[in-house]
């Protein structure tokens, strides 16, 4: 009995030093987030021509390197569009800003005539400062007079734009999108673009720069002002134009109206994802089609090792969620 008793006791203490010695081997941190990741893409053949008769089954996510299954999928989405439009009037713009301004109505005036009859625009205007011409409106005698009232000053604080209306959006349902008409880089803004791209993904926003060019060499051409504008376009799924006054102009506003009709939106539950110290996750979103080519976001912001669990604590909660939670309150 004894002999039996002390067996069971060294059985019991050898199973009590492998569970500390597992306890004790670094283990990977493991998160389901309960908040839904949107996405919105766009797919082109190689010639650039858009798809957009993809089904769920064509697409891939992967999240921090792990595969995630699509919850959400709407092909051709028909979700509301919220549009900052944001048009640069620092001094250098000031002899092109009325054919800017003209061509800016024109894409509004087909933008709000089509699509949903809940699409809404806000106007910006970006020198020296920040201004928010109009709020989310249909009106587009509101926006066409504003148009007109524009002027040129000193400064460009186009990163302090960005991460205005990118707070501006935070709260909106559906798609969102920033249209920059600028001709180059930022001078004066008290944030900078790693902020403002932060601020952008943080809405899931998705980026469009038409960098108008009134010239055709890169002399007096802010050429680091371009690629700040297209890498921030490209983290975010968007396009970036390099378009002249006139023709090529009203050409690029056409070809984003075409690429916000045929896209898709996608979403999912983060699921078995490995958690870092970064609270940036890397998305990777591929068509299983290797001829097409897809534009998405590159990532979000969410889980990162050693957080509480409070939802609160995560940077990227959906309009919805927060909504629900203000009732809560």
């Not at 201004?131 to 400064?155: C, D, I, M, V, Y």
């Not at 302090?160 to 600028?182: C, F, H, N």
């Not at 993904?201 to 980026?207: E, L, N, R, T």
């Not at 680091?224 to 970036?240: I, V, W």
Request: with cysteine; charged share 25%.
């Amino acid at each position: 009995m004894c002999r039996s008793w002390a067996n069971a006791a060294r059985h019991a203490a050898a199973m009590l030093g492998l569970a500390l010695a597992a306890q004790a081997q670094p283990q990977p941190v493991i998160r389901v987030n309960v908040n839904l990741v949107r996405i919105v893409a766009t797919v082109k053949t190689q010639a650039g021509e858009l798809v957009g008769a993809l089904r769920k089954e064509d697409f891939a996510i992967t999240d921090n390197g792990v595969a995630q299954e699509i919850a959400v999928f709407e092909r051709q989405t028909d979700q509301p569009l919220s549009v900052a439009l944001m048009v640069d009037t620092s001094g250098s713009t000031a002899k092109d800003l009325k054919y800017e301004t003209d061509s800016a109505a024109r894409f509004l005036k087909v933008l709000l005539g089509e699509g949903n009859l809940e699409d809404m625009v806000s106007l910006y205007s970006f020198n020296w400062r920040v201004a928010l011409e109009n709020n989310f409106t249909r009106s587009l005698a509101s926006l066409n007079n504003s148009l007109k009232l524009l002027h040129g000053e000193a400064g460009t604080s186009m990163y302090d734009a960005i991460y205005l209306a990118s707070r501006e959006l935070e709260d909106r349902q559906g798609r969102k999108v920033m249209i920059i008409v600028t001709d180059g880089g930022d001078t004066t803004s008290s944030k900078n673009m790693q902020q403002a791209l932060r601020a952008a993904q943080f809405a899931d926003a998705v980026i469009y720069p038409v960098v108008v060019i009134p010239i055709t060499n890169d002399a007096g051409r802010n050429i680091g002002g371009e690629n700040a504008l297209k890498f921030m376009a490209d983290a975010t799924g968007g396009r970036t134009f390099l378009p002249s006054l006139g023709a090529e102009l009203d050409r690029a506003f056409n070809d984003i109206i075409d690429e916000l009709r045929t896209q898709y939106m996608i979403g999912f539950y983060p699921h078995d994802v490995p958690l870092t110290k970064e609270r940036f996750h890397k998305l990777a979103v591929a068509v299983r089609r290797p001829e097409l080519r897809v534009s998405a976001r590159n990532g979000y912001y969410g889980d990162a090792e050693g957080d509480s669990g409070d939802p609160d604590a995560r940077i990227s909660i959906s309009p919805e969620r927060k909504a629900k939670k203000k009732q809560e309150k």
